[in-house]
């Protein structure tokens, strides 16, 4: 397994201002993930964070909304670019670690935005 | 894409009671996983079972994979048992894919 951190754990913003959300991974791994968790909704892929690349965007989502950095095999931010109060949501971060397929979650990044 | 559908939406139970969950998908999977969501939304990972069955503790799982389909049972339910409830599915894109999850609540 990882161990797996976030920060914050929560803010609240006021709408047109940015929040970039850091994820912290205790070992190097392959894949790294952001998921958005809407209230009262499952978890949706935002994007996979490539070390060394872009990130691969899933359908819906864009980088100039959602810019992610991946500098190295243990670290990613996720940033929330000019907000509106539909981006309140949980924003968690997601790692495989090497040759397994399982999926571990860090603790997630509750977001309010007034 | 893969589908991955959750039945019930919702299930209340006694404490104590039984419970089975279920998990169908629309195509061949190499990973099939079940997540406890806490109150605080932490994801808890319970198992990791693309096929055949797992225990532990109070809690097991079946994967039918040609079927299909997955089963998690809760036996001898608790207060802390509450919460909602994921199936994610790894399929060709290689990612989860999540249900939309059962919110279970348990009375004392």
């Known amino acids: 397994s990882a161990v797996i951190s976030q920060k914050p754990s929560r803010d609240i913003c006021q709408r047109g201002t940015s929040l970039t959300i850091q994820c912290q991974v205790d070992?190097?791994?392959?894949?790294m993930f952001w998921y958005r968790q809407q209230p009262g909704q499952s978890l949706t892929l935002i994007a996979t964070?490539?070390?060394?690349?872009?990130?691969?965007?899933e359908s819906g989502f864009v980088i100039d909304k959602f810019p992610i950095s991946r500098p190295n095999l243990t670290f990613s931010t996720l940033t929330v670019s000019n907000m509106s109060p539909e981006d309140s949501s949980i924003y968690l971060c997601?790692?495989?670690?090497?040759?397994?397929?399982?999926?571990?979650f860090g603790p997630g990044t509750r977001l309010t935005v007034l | 894409g893969i589908q991955v559908e959750q039945s019930p939406p919702d299930l209340i139970l006694q404490e104590g009671a039984n419970s089975t969950l279920r998990c169908n998908f629309s195509?061949?999977?190499?990973?099939l996983q079940w997540f406890h969501q806490n109150p605080w939304g932490q994801l808890i990972n319970l198992f990791y079972?693309?096929?055949g069955t797992k225990q532990n503790g109070r809690l097991s799982a079946t994967t039918v994979a040609t079927e299909r389909y997955s089963l998690l049972y809760i036996s001898s339910s608790q207060t802390t048992d509450s919460g909602v409830y994921f199936c994610?599915?790894?399929?060709?894109?290689?990612?989860?894919?999540f249900g939309s999850g059962t919110q279970l609540t348990v009375l004392p």
């Open positions: 070992s190097q791994v392959t894949m």
């Open positions: 994610a599915v790894d399929g060709s894109a290689r990612q989860l894919t």
């Open positions: 997601s790692v495989k670690t090497g040759g397994y397929n399982e999926q571990f």
């Open positions: 079972i693309p096929s």
């Open positions: 195509d061949s999977v190499n990973n």
């Open positions: 964070a490539n070390q060394g690349s872009e990130a691969t965007y």
